[in-house]
């Protein structure tokens, strides 16, 4: 690892963090450089190298030559390397959790919960690296064996949200790297500090240099574009919006790149009559307000059965009405701002526009003055079926509630979206609830649970919420190629 030049934060004198490029294992200053602030004032806290396509082909080449090493290195050493990374990381949560807390805004027990996540892909990874099996079988004909061996994709480069700036790092990184495959990683422009942190720990893990490569960028489009157009990448690893997600796959079919994405969605939470009403509250909140509501399996949309939803509603109004509101750093917040301008503009246009189609706000529902991109915890009832706030992501605090009278309504209203990423499920009856399930168009369900995310399972969506799955043995799989030989022994 090399001497690395420390900046300060300007507004937390205790947060030492890296703010230039990380490539090829060397920190490279850029000709100019990206503000990135904080949620909770709007305030600078860093400015950050803004990399060019110049830097993103400069890190193509630190991974292309990285990748015959690390590929031939032992699967035990890879592995070893990842658990290191998974104890560096738990050792250093706080300080990660803070990090996260003041460039994405997120409440610390949100970034704490966040870091732990995290760090548990490191450690499934580390599990997995040693496990990626082949398979040696008769031909049907008994002519020959069929022998089947997984090799690593090659020069895979990562694009990740800012919801999430440590965890969507670390689920595509730790599979990535188990597989045998060297990286680039693009993070927001608005959550960068959190990549460049894990680049050194990786680094301090015994990552050799060229394998993770990290590169904030303003120019995310021309960046990316020039690494997906550059013959040595092999495979891009998105997770996004679907806007941008159409964008890459269209990209990476001009040299027909390897794609994995995951992207938006707008997950329905069906209470049933029959459901343990307290537990469905519980899980109402953990599904809508995990993160302050910026998170892609954010309950969307409530559809709770008619005999039931008053008592439904006036629960969770209760709760959300509850929370506390502020800095993210504060230990006694609950939520806290959202992560820009932009996002609460868009909270604040769909509420609005639910209002104006009928519903009623019976907590929330009005934007407070600033400094700060703060949005309340609000419930909608009596959302009209047309509002666009049923359509469309909302990512904030916001719980619109729509009544239904029977299951096959139900099951209608929560697949009538072009997403498909999670739905959630809540009925005492075991039946019903996995019948349910598999009538529902989405990659995941929560059947009685508010909380799908485990590194241990395969996390993605169908429809236009992806393709691929992250977590769990398949998402390793998505970062190796099935070599078959044909062979006569
Ligand atoms: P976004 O606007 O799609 O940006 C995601 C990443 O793509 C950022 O690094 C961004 O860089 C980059 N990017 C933007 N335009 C690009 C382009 N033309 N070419 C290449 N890269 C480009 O999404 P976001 O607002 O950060 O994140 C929220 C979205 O992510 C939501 O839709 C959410 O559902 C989804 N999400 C999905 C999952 C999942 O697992 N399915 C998990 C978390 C979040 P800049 O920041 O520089 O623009």
Known sequence: MPACPQRRLTNRKEQRVETDLFIGGKWVPAESRF???????????????????????????????AARDWAAKPPRARSE???????????????????????????????????????????????????????????????????????PVGVCVLVTPWNFPAAMATR?????????????????????????ALAVLLAEAGVPDGVVNVLPSRSSGQVVSAMLHDSRVRKVSFTGSTEVGRILLAQAADNVV??????????????????DLDAAVDGAMIAKMRNGGEACTAANRFYVEAPIAGDFAARLTARM????LGPGADESTQVGPLVNEDTVAKVDSLVRQALDDGATATTGGTRPAGPGFYYPPTVLTAVSPGSAILREEIFGPVAPIVTFDSESEAVGLANDTEYGLVAYVYTGDLARGLRVSEALEAGMVGLNRGLVSDPAAPFGGVKQSGIGREGGHEGMLDYLESKYIATNW
């Open 35 to 65: 503000d990135v602030l904080d949620p909770a004032t709007g305030d600078v806290i860093a400015s950050v190298a803004d990399g060019t396509v110049a830097h993103a082909l400069a890190a193509v080449d630190a991974a292309a030559g």
């Open 81 to 151: 390397i990842l658990r290191s990374a998974y104890t560096l990381m738990v050792e250093r949560a706080e300080e990660l959790a803070k990090l996260i807390s003041l460039e994405n805004g997120k409440a610390l027990v949100d970034a704490r919960g966040e870091v732990a996540y995290a760090a548990e892909f490191f450690r499934w990874y580390a599990e997995e690296a040693v496990r990626a099996a082949g398979s040696i079988t008769t031909a049907p004909s008994g002519a020959n064996r069929i022998v089947v061996v997984r090799q």
């Open 172 to 196: 595509k990184i730790g599979p990535a790297l188990a597989a045998g495959c060297t990286v680039v990683l693009k993070p927001a422009s608005d959550t960068p500090l959190t990549a460049l």
């Open 258 to 275: 390897n794609t994995s994405m995951e992207l938006g969605g707008n997950a329905p939470f069906l209470v049933f009559a029959d459901a």
């Open 321 to 324: 009405a509850g929370l506390r």
